[in-house]
């Protein structure tokens, strides 16, 4: 098991940029598939994006692609997403989530393929 904590949410103008941060806890992490979801008000917990425990495979929701990009560094036990040309429709909470795998290729796009969530941060786009 791994804790998990969410940092850099905050309000932005549309077009505007943030990167979030998870940091985790456990000697493990290295291990983890980590991936991030979003949560609007009154809507389901969607996927945004995904990335293998070695940082080579990447998986992104349609929505966010080609304006978000996750990463991760080991060494912190941190995974970032960098959200760049920010829309309304992006406000949520946003929550970092974790599963331990045996596949260096491994990213995992379900909320059901996750074991371990943070606690979420909010995200706010003004228009």
């Known amino acids: 098991q791994v804790q998990l904590v969410e940092s850099g949410g905050g309000l932005v103008q549309a077009g505007g940029s943030l990167r979030l941060s998870c940091a985790a806890s456990?000697?493990?992490?290295?291990?983890?598939?980590m991936g991030w979801f979003r949560q609007a008000p009154e809507k389901e917990r969607e996927f945004v994006a995904a990335?293998?425990?070695?940082?080579?495979?990447?998986y992104y929701a349609d929505s966010v692609s080609g304006r978000f990009t996750i990463s991760r560094d080991n060494a912190k036990n941190t995974v970032y997403l960098q959200m760049n040309s920010l829309k309304p429709e992006d406000t949520a909470v946003y929550y970092c989530?974790?599963?331990?795998?045996?596949?260096?290729?491994?990213?995992?796009?379900?909320?059901?393929?996750?074991?371990?969530w943070g606690q979420g941060t909010q995200v706010t786009v003004s228009s």
């Open positions: 456990g000697r493990t992490f290295s291990r983890y598939a």
């Open positions: 989530a974790a599963k331990q795998t045996t596949g260096w290729s491994s990213v995992l796009t379900t909320r059901a393929g996750y074991s371990d």
């Open positions: 990335i293998s425990w070695s940082g080579i495979i990447t």
